[in-house]
């Protein structure tokens, strides 16, 4: 009765090759035509996109967690690749601020003659030249610091400029030392060190001066003016990657205004106690350009909460939506059950 | 890229998974193996020359390592029952049949057997798995002469 169909090898002779090859590929094709009606492939996709998200190239290296900059201990060699002028005055200013608070010598290296911190503004109240008298502060500039007689970034000089700063500050009877330069310009100049040499100099002070003291250090990059893979090459030679502190943290509830894209982060649980904070940030947030709000590590949030964020969304121009990105599935599940998606003002970003 | 990628994906996907069962995977322990590897063709989709064999090789892979973490042993069969029926259920156990008669072969002759009914030449075979091209061949045909004995018995069986 079968005997007839394509692939059926049914014969009294012993089977031939082409009759093996022909079973085999018939059966390979209705494999796959079932195949093809029981996977559902656009979700098989969207899984195998998400599974790959955390090292797609581009982003960070998953295992640079960003600590905020108030937890920089002695020790830490940290890295900052800051994507505009409010970022960087947040997470130095705060870094500047924490050493001189508690009384660590502060070592800045900086390219300009005007010896001012950045971030560190009037209405903190510090007497800059009355610290800088004292040794506490310390400006440095950076042709004396790192460059060799003919303006090019020198290695060597620079390792050595720090070390003696560190061993003078412990002379001085100072606990520890805070230090921060800007390398941009090293990387984006004429003149301009091989990645390799820059990389180097790292390494060697991730080994010589943090490993075996009680120093701390912030280097800066503008990542506007490096490429990706310089990025991440210099980013892998620190240990940790800090951020600007946290607007609000009580353990339960953390949320971090990021800059790139501008807007705020979300991680932890927002219940009914919570909701005021959050408004009240939101309304922090600039009406000019689109807010991200980047919840992939928000583990809960009740509809109170989406409420919140809906009341925001409905009042912002119509140019500067507010944007959610990387929605995890059970909360997109309850947006969507809700649809809120639909509503003016509101945008699932990039997932 | 991501048209690329997800055009590679829709087509190959399905055909990929059918793989992997032919090594003796189950559907869903395949499906999922062959996610891995498009996840991990993703980060590097670029880089990759031949994309097909690359998920390939990397899936079977994925394969191994499932089965060592669930301690699942290598599912072999050691006889082939067939129950004859009629028509569309005929064909799903003729499938299955071919399926199971894989599942005796040695390793490596399943693996040779998976990739050759692929397409895959075996100087190609001989390059992804990393051996000599002589010894494709010598495993394709033992593979062939074992599948034809039990196919033919099968099919004898069947006519009676």
């Known amino acids: ?351 | 890229m991501c048209g690329e990628f997800s055009e590679c994906f829709e087509q190959d996907f399905p055909r990929l998974v059918g793989f992997l069962m032919r090594l003796g995977a189950e559907q869903c322990t395949a499906e999922d193996a062959a996610q891995t590897a498009y996840a991990e063709a993703y980060t590097h989709w670029e880089e990759i020359n031949r994309p097909q064999a690359w998920v390939r090789t990397v899936a079977t892979r994925a394969l191994l390592r499932a089965r060592k973490a669930t301690g699942a042993t290598n599912q072999s069969v050691h006889r082939v029952v067939i129950h004859a029926g009629d028509d569309h259920a005929d064909r799903i156990v003729e499938r299955d049949l071919v399926l199971a008669a894989l599942r005796t072969l040695p390793t490596r002759q399943r693996e040779v057997m998976a990739w050759t009914i692929d397409g895959f030449k075996p100087e190609q075979i001989a390059l992804e798995l990393r051996t000599t091209p002589e010894n494709v061949r010598k495993s394709l045909q033992r593979a062939r002469e074992r599948l034809k004995g039990m196919l033919e018995a099968q099919a004898e069986r069947k006519r009676q």
């Open chain 1, 1 to 351: 009765m079968t005997d007839n169909a394509p692939g059926t090898a049914a014969s009294s002779h012993p089977m031939t090759d082409a009759e093996l090859d022909i079973l085999l590929s018939t059966t390979r094709d209705r494999l796959e035509k079932g195949l093809r009606r029981t996977i559902n492939a656009q979700q098989r996709l969207s899984d195998a996109l998400q599974e790959s998200a955390p090292v797609r190239p581009g982003r960070e290296h998953p295992r640079h967690a960003r600590h905020p900059v108030s937890t920089i201990r002695p020790g830490d060699h940290a890295w900052l690749a800051f994507s505009g002028e409010p970022e960087r005055d947040r997470v130095i200013g705060a870094f500047v601020r924490d050493g001189l608070d508690m009384n660590e010598k502060m070592v800045y290296i900086a390219d300009d003659e005007a010896r001012q911190l950045l971030g560190v503004l009037p209405r903190h109240g510090y007497d800059l030249p009355a610290l800088m008298r004292g040794g506490q502060l310390s400006f440095i500039p950076r042709e004396e610091a790192c460059m060799d007689s003919r303006g090019r970034f020198d290695a060597g000089r620079m390792l050595q400029t720090l070390a003696q700063q560190v061993d003078e500050a412990f002379d001085q009877g100072f606990r520890a030392v805070r230090m921060t330069t800007d390398l941009t310009w090293a990387l984006s100049e004429p003149g301009r060190p091989t990645l390799n040499q820059m990389l180097g100099c790292e390494h060697r002070l991730g080994e010589n001066v943090f490993s075996t003291s009680m120093t701390m250090a912030i280097c800066q990059v503008d990542r506007r003016c490096c490429s990706k893979e310089d990025l991440a090459a210099l980013g892998d030679s620190h240990e940790i990657v800090v951020e600007a502190n946290p607007e609000f943290d009580d353990g339960i509830l953390r949320i971090v205004r990021t800059f790139e894209p501008p807007g705020l982060r979300l991680e932890g649980e927002i219940d009914v106690a919570r909701q005021a904070i959050l408004k009240e940030l939101l309304k922090t947030t600039t009406s000019d350009d689109p807010t991200h709000l980047d919840i992939s590590r928000l583990g809960f949030i009740d509809l109170g909460g989406l409420n919140v964020l809906a009341q925001h969304a409905r009042q912002l121009p119509k140019h500067a939506p507010l944007v959610l990105d990387n929605v995890p599935r059970q909360i997109l599940a309850v947006i969507e059950m809700v649809g809120w998606q639909h509503q003016p003002g509101f945008v699932l970003g990039r997932t």
